[in-house]
């Protein structure tokens, strides 16, 4: 006849032999290690199309921008159609936003280059702030225009006074840039998951064959070009039947 | 080769040490524990809910405490319970206890498990009533059912085999009751004649087919394999879990090298049943292209391209009884779920596989079944979608 | 008031590599012990799965794995002129935590230090005379010698199941390995592992320029094993997505994989995770530990009564809760007075990029471990004459490129190519397969100065309302001129490897917190044998409180040029076995002061 379901009664227990959980997450453990069936935290696809933190005319003004940073060419798309807006749309109102985990007590002082930023602005607002003043910017310099009304030569200069520091966003000179590029160059390389690499796209620029996790075949394979195509980690074109 | 070791009777009011002891080992080997301890309980004293296919069963606390354990029973009271079924009090017990298989138990044997019993402190606790539906709550009717499924008496040794087959003969027929779950049951409950040990899936598991069939048995394992499995709850190519790993923990992992090897050269001994070898789902077939493509990405990288895994760390998955089960209860709970490998003193290592429940879809776990259910020389009938969704749909539920 | 909790023999602060090996060995020795860790529980099946592990935004980036500035961070200044100030987000280091602590993220890069490195002091004054030091060079001898270390060493070896090959076998020395090691008393427990092709050239290149390489001593393993405690690890799938990351698939050497499943087992061992410890309590006299306190991650405040702790944080966390705790003296650069805070060092590091002929050069990157490389020692510690160079210490090199993870190769294009645009974007397509990258090409010592200091901040608190610990560092010219020495001949190598252009990366001053440079901080608790310079004997016991030991590499009086780990290992074995054999015997001082 059947035998209790000594383990599930385990599992329901938190964690473990012994497992009374203090308050709020802290735990005791005693007895074995913990562990419960069914518990992962794989992150969600981003999948949903619009902003959930630009308004659109910011939008704009970033897809011009990454679009720049990382042009497109015949052989690989820019950051535009990358994705490395949307990437950073859903960075900006995530914890990288707000600067979730980070030490964000006072007081602010600026400090040197080695000492890091001491901004007291989030990336989220730091965005908003400087994306409003390079459109200021643009409307007095450029003659009316936004930022993503200009033509790539104009576009390209704007960004080079980013780069520099010579065009004042009012924040830490050059600071803007910097996330900016940042924020970009890791939007074309990030699992697709997360909104940027689109169709793995960057991976593919480069030869890098993504979230694979088993290369022992190919170690000793000296100086010979590894054949797989990237994947992802929800990115699998070969699953498919037939 | 005495079955039971030739120790004096004592009495239960007694304390022979060596006696207590045998008890102590015996009541191991027979997992006493698993159902009459609540994990986080005190030792022996009963309350846990034990699912039967018929509804819950609580079960009683059997130490010595005179009201609500066993402390008045008489020894002849307790040997009655244990190989016949019936309590103190003349009603019949409910089959959850494995007086089936205990009835093979020597006097000698049983009555060491009570002097055992009588040395642990006596828990006051009484537990709840069984929870069976009508009719099975009249346990009257469980006297029909012995009739009809029980058949009494002592392991008689067979001659024409040796004292270590008989002994695990003894120990695996009887105490260790390892049929309760590996022989499959009929509508009653009772064990289907004919088909001892050849796995039947309960609570979310398949508990595998033990016979030495090659592909859904242990027709591959050696004798050392099989001992080494029980005793550590790990071998060069599988990993005890799921409700084998409590029966390790609790039970095996405490049993003797030789009483271990004596199980394995009477499970060595069992014929497969006589079914033919299922085909192989062909490698050109749609989902065996799509599993395999899955294996590589999500499964080789511990249980390596080749299936055959790490011994003793990631099971292999090539020739595995539990993976060519015709029945993938256990396969597809391992999948979606996850699950962690039993941890004794010789393996504490404890490798878990990972849940993939939350990453892959129904058809994507059902193609990554069928493909190591018939790759690597493995045959087992293909797994759909539609089996996944309805063990999601149980687990979920908490049905398993 | 916080709630007492019924007394332990033993309270550990943090469950990482030293507290697992404390906790496994006083639990062993049937001390009723408890661990209480700052951050959570981990496991790999959980935590780091194979179907997300390879995270780079995740874990690299966004430093899941990692403590977070919020919890606890510190301030930082190049020199006492400076206004100290908040590290707001984790840059020159990480730090970890959770079971396993740094265990878990590591590259496990396992290295013995060099015989001289335990007398650096002595070593270099007799074969150079004082003079040749700086003056406000701090360096110290450790009070415990190679030889002593050397079976804990083999001990924190064979736990891990280390990958490497000897190169010198009790005084013989091995074909294939590192010649300049200290004698090791067996072989490494499992074979070197394979090598990926620019590795292999590396190696090729600097036997024909006439030195020894050898394979970099690894605990990503070359084949599965089984550790003295029945512990089972797996083989390394040279994914690549080691360090920062949790490895998958239970081959990397962490805590988790070779000590916690035998340690979880003993009956008479408790962690409690997510319980932070706020002190270590004394009693009145100030000489005696009566247990720590800490705090849940509901807020509950616990005493824990214990009559030994052990302080197995990392190195600024320890010296942090010491100064917090009031043991020891804080100390003051301008007197020199004071052991706590005291020679704090960290390590100096640099590269140099080689790029390759694309048509002709197929290194796929990714294909690597954190530990795996090829490596030579000639420039290591005193294993050269340093007389013509004018500085002291030195470093391994080699080439260790670990991975190939995109986000960390945005730089790895040459020298001059525009940051952004379509130039840099064709300089990634063209380099990214023929490009030898490895973060730590040179690893090089950091010795420790009278100026380079922690003490507590006098502005900054956490979140429980309590000083931050203020660091002061610099880079010294030494240590510059010693990483130019080094980083020039680390790119003849890579030159005579067949690269067409090498871009040279020395490590430049000031020390910034912003850049990457190994999470090796050391000191600031430091062992000796005279209890004015030094807060620990030789057994890592606190000269002040006797029943106080303190673990890692908190207690290192300077940086050598290896990764510390190895070190930090046989430390916390050979303190381990002289709390069992000696002080369990007699409680007490160890060494008299």
Redesign the interface.
Known sequence: MARPRRRDVLGAMALALGGVPLRGRAAIINGALPWMPDKTSPPPKITESGWRYFTNDEAATVEALVDRLIPPDPETPGGKDAGCAVFIDRQLAGPYGHSEGLYTQGPFHPGTKEQGPQSPDDPAKHYRKALAALDEHCRKAEGGKRFSELDDAAKDKVIAGLEDGSIDLGDEKGSFFKQLLKDTQQGFFADPIYGGNKDMAGWKMIGFPGARYDYRDWVDRHNEKFPLPPIGIADHPDWKEG | MALASGVALGDNTGQDFSQIERGRYLAAAGDCAGCHTKPGGKNFAGGLPVATPFGIVISPNITPDRETGIGLWSNDDFVRAMTEGIRRDGANLYPAMPYVYYTKATRDDVLAIRAYLNTVPAVDNGVKADQLPFPLSVRTDMAAWNKLYFTPGEFQPISNKNAEWNRGAYLVEGLMHCGACHTPKNFAGGDEKGRPLQGYALQGWFAPDLTTDDRRGIGSWSAGDLAAYLKTGHNRFSAATGPMADVVTHSTSKMTDADLHAVATYLKDQAPPNEKAPQPVAASDPAMKMGAAIYADECSACHTPNGKGIANLFPSLAGSPNVQSTDPTSAIRIVLAGTQSVATDRAPTAPAMPAFGDTLDNREVAAVLTYIRNAWGNAAPLVSAGDIARHRDSLAKGDE | MPQKLPPKDVAIIGLGWTGSILAYELADAGLDVVAVERG??R?????F??????????YR???ELFL???QV?LT???NAN????????W?AFMLGNGAGGAGVHWNAETWRFLPSDFVVKSHLTQRYGAKFLPDDMTIQDWGVSYDELEPYYDRFEYLCGTSGTAGNLKGSIQPGGNPFEGPRSRPYPTPAQ????SH?LFAKAAAELGYKPFPQPSGNLSR?Y?NP???????C?????CEWFGC???SKASPQTTI???L??K?N???????EVTKINLDRSGKHATGITFV?????EWEQPAELVMLCGFQLWNVQLLMLSGIGQIYDPNTGEGQIGRNFSHQTISTALGFFDKSK??F?P??ASGAIGMCIDEFNGDNFDHGPHGFVGGGYMGQVQSN????E??DAVPAGTP????K???A??DN??STVYAGTGVHGSCYSYRQNHLDLDP???DRFGRPLVRMTMDFHENELKMNAFLTDIYAEIIKAMGANRVDKRPRKG?????KYQTSHLCGGAIMGSNPKESALNKYLQSWDVPNLFVQGATAFPQNAGYNPTGTVGALAYWSAKAIREQYLKSPGPLVDA
């Not at chain 3, 194979?50 to 935004?57: G, I, M, N, R, V």
């Not at chain 3, 190939?404 to 986000?407: A, E, T």
Request: aromatic share 16%.
């Open positions: 959570p529980w496991d790999t099946a959980t935590d799965p194979p179907s997300y592990a390879p995270d780079e935004l995740r980036i966004r430093h977070r500035p919020a961070s930082f200044r190049n400076q206004t100290a100030l908040p590290v707001r987000d840059g394979r090598q990926p092709f292999t599965a089984t405690l029945g512990v089972e690890m797996g083989p799938t040279y994914c690549g997505f998958a698939n239970y916690l499943p035998a979880f087992r009956p061992f408790t962690a409690r995770t997510d319980c849940d991650s509901s807020g509950e050069f197929n796929n990714f294909i190939g993870r995109p986000m190769f945005t940051a952004w645009g379509a840099w974007k064709q990634m397509r990214y397969l502005t900054y608190k000031p020390y910034d917190v912003t």
